[in-house]
Every structure is written in structure tokens, then in C-alpha cells.
């Protein structure tokens, strides 16, 4: 003990002795083997060497119980997912969740899931957006709006919407808006057992009685909204902004004729290849995913508007 305190003194540099973590290991060793050893202690106190012992013995079983074969551990991208699937569906045990991770190929217990999944979620039941979206393939909305032609004349186009996959079903023209016309037009646009089982409507006078009897005939129910207030048709009222803004806005109207023709290729554009934020980027009708080939565009509406596809 004496011998090594002398080594390291006459190696100190400074004023203070620098001793190293073989020199604590060689203090720790004598004091482990011959603990009266520490009366013969001068550069340091005793109870510096038997704190080291203590701090040795506690990394010595620290490292004797790390973390060695056994069970791997849940990374956080898998705990956020377990989280989602629950908060989602709250009304989901453990087992539901258990199998939903199965079915996504990945293997982990189900009392992981239960450990991980969100706590107090409140009612065990479904929000009302929830029911919204669950009705809304069964809820249709009409609208008219007018668009003027070169000559000053003025053509009304009749829009029919499903509020289910934003589906444009129909857009025609005429000059003069009759309740026998608009019933011809409803009968049209839902053929056989394809009618809705709601129509939201404004309170335009064009729908008069002959309209409200097909209506009723088709085993629809008519929904007028309230008076000035089109924010209850908000579906079509806003398809109606669109095809202002995207197409006959841009464009001059000579006839009835043109702009029937004009609105038939903004209603292929609009359900076959625009995407909609509602649809989490997608089509009414659905666009496959390309992966592979080469990029080119694909005009629509005389160039107006451009979509991309591969080839």
C-alpha cells in the first residue's frame, strides 16, 4: 500500500495526486484482501477506497444483470401504432387489437398490447362524425346554378351529388328549369334501386309539385333546407365553386349544346382523375397507384387542367 502511494506520487504534475482508474482498482484489491490496510492510507481518506468498493460492486452486478437473451424490445413506432389502433376504435379490447396486428404481420403478445394501449377513452361508442360518414352513401344533394353564353343568355345546369365518395352523378343544361324536367333529370341520375335514401335540396320554386310527387314515388325523402341558408347543402355548394372555378370561369359558353358538352368532360375529370382532400387524395372512382414507368401528362378540358401518368 505504501509502495503504490509513493508510485503515485512521484508521478503527480500538479499539487493534487492524479490517480487512475487502475490505480482506484490496485486501492479497491488491497482494501478487498486486507481492509486494516486502510490505517496506512495518506494521500487519500478511507473512505474514498470504500466508496469505490461500493461504487465496483454496484457496476459489477449491474453488469452481471444486463439485458441479455429474452423477449426484444417494443420500439416506439409499434407503441404509437398500438396507441392509434385504440384510440381509433374505442370500443376494441386487447385480443381485437391483437388480431388487427396480426393480420399486419407483426408478432408481438398480447399483453404488450394491453400494456401499451391508451387508457380512458371515454365512452365506448361511436362520435358523431362516425355516424355522418356511416349515412353518407345514403344522402344525395341537387343544386342549380347559371352560367351565361356568349349572347347574354342565360342556361341553367342541374348538379346531382353523392355525399358518399363526392360522386358528380349528373350535370345537365336547359334554359328553362321545370319541375317535369327536374323529375326526368332525378329519374336519370338514379335508375332502378340506385335512389338515395335523402335529397337535400334549396327551396327553389323550380321544384314544384310533379317533382316532390317522383320524389315521394322513388322512395326518396325530400330534405329542403332552411331558407338562405346554403350552408346546410354545403356538398353541392361546394362541387358548384368548383366547377366555376376550374372550368366555366375560364371559358366562354356559346350555347346550350357547348356547355352540355363542356360539363360532361369537367364531370369525367372531376370523377375519374381529380383528386379530393375528403377522399385522402384520391378520385370518386379511384386511382391506381403507378409505381413504375415513365411520367407524362395527360390534358383534360382542352388543356385547362393536367393529370400525370405513368407509361
Not at 490496510?37 to 444486463?66: C, D, K, M, N
Not at 359558353?253 to 384520391?282: M, Q, S, V
Request: aromatic share 10%; net charge positive.
Amino acid at each position: 500500500m505504501l509502495r503504490h502511494q509513493l508510485n503515485v506520487l512521484g508521478r503527480r504534475t500538479s499539487r493534487r495526486a492524479q490517480l487512475t482508474n487502475v490505480d482506484r482498482l490496485f486501492f479497491v484489491w488491497l482494501y478487498r484482501l486486507w481492509p486494516g490496510l486502510l490505517l496506512a492510507v495518506t494521500i487519500l481518506r478511507p473512505e474514498t477506497i470504500v466508496r469505490w468498493h461500493r461504487q465496483g460492486f454496484r457496476a459489477y452486478w449491474r453488469w452481471r444483470s444486463r439485458r441479455g437473451p429474452g423477449r426484444p424490445k417494443v420500439s416506439e413506432e409499434l407503441r404509437e401504432l398500438i396507441r392509434e389502433i385504440s384510440l381509433l376504435n374505442p370500443h376494441w379490447g386487447a385480443p381485437r387489437v391483437h388480431g388487427e396486428l396480426l393480420k399486419l404481420g407483426i408478432d408481438v403478445a398480447q399483453s404488450t398490447v394491453s400494456k401499451y394501449m391508451v387508457r380512458g377513452r371515454g365512452p365506448r361508442g361511436q362520435s358523431w362524425w362516425t355516424f355522418l360518414r356511416n349515412h353518407a352513401d345514403g344522402i344525395a344533394s341537387i343544386d342549380l346554378f347559371v352560367v351565361p353564353t356568349i349572347a347574354f343568355k342565360l342556361l341553367f345546369a342541374f348538379v346531382v351529388v353523392r355525399h358518399g365518395r363526392r360522386l358528380l352523378v349528373s350535370v345537365e343544361v336547359t334554359p328553362h328549369p321545370t319541375a317535369e324536367w327536374l323529375a326526368r333529370q332525378l329519374l336519370g341520375a338514379f335508375p332502378w334501386d340506385t335512389a338515395p335514401a335523402y335529397i337535400i335540396r334549396d327551396r327553389d320554386r323550380s321544384y314544384g309539385e310533379v317533382f316532390k310527387r317522383r320524389v315521394r314515388s322513388m322512395g326518396i325523402r325530400d330534405r329542403p333546407i332552411s331558407a338562405g341558408c346554403p350552408w346546410q347543402n354545403a356538398y353541392v355548394e361546394r362541387l358548384i365553386g368548383s366547377i366555376r372555378r376550374e372550368c366555366v370561369d375560364h371559358l366562354v359558353i356559346f350555347n346550350e349544346g357547348h356547355l352540355r358538352g363542356i360539363l360532361a368532360a369537367y364531370a369525367r375529370y372531376y370523377n375519374e382523375t381529380r383528386t379530393h382532400l375528403a377522399l385522402n387524395k384520391d378520385a370518386p372512382f379511384g386511382r391506381l397507384i403507378q409505381p413504375v414507368g415513365t411520367i407524362t401528362g395527360v390534358p383534360h378540358l382542352g388543356g385547362l387542367h393536367h393529370s400525370f401518368v405513368r407509361i
